[in-house]
Nanobody
């Protein structure tokens, strides 16, 4: 699965961005998809995921209530709506898709076989 992440940019604290993750040649609704982020000098961490089966989603505590994942199956696109952004949200955001056999919603990196190229989010204070 080839994934394309987009939507990053520079925003002031308190602002919003919507990231998109689109797939080529496949329908993303058959895959569990997650967003990860990597801040400078830090390890990549899971942000949010959405299940292929029931569309249920999960978000890490540090973004819960501010970030929301959703799908548009007709467009084979997954979104990450980010509101009330904070400077600590700065980093490169990656979307990833798990193999079709994967079940549920999770953010263990080893469970994802396809990765997008990343999109940079910079939040200024």
């Amino acid at each position: 699965v080839q994934l394309q992440a987009s939507g990053g940019g520079l925003v002031q604290a308190g602002g919003s961005l919507r990231l998109s993750c689109s797939a080529s040649g496949v329908t993303l609704d058959y895959y569990t998809v997650a967003w990860f982020r990597q801040a400078p000098g830090k390890e990549r961490e899971g942000v949010s995921c959405i299940s292929r089966y029931d569309g249920s989603s999960w978000s890490a505590d540090y973004v819960k209530g501010r970030f929301t994942m959703s799908r548009d199956n007709a467009k084979s696109t997954v979104y990450l709506q980010m509101n009330n952004l904070k400077p600590e949200d700065t980093g490169v955001y990656y979307c990833a898709a798990a193999p079709p056999s994967a079940y549920g919603c999770f953010v263990e990196r080893s469970g994802f076989s396809s990765w997008g190229q990343g999109t940079l989010v910079t939040v200024s204070s």
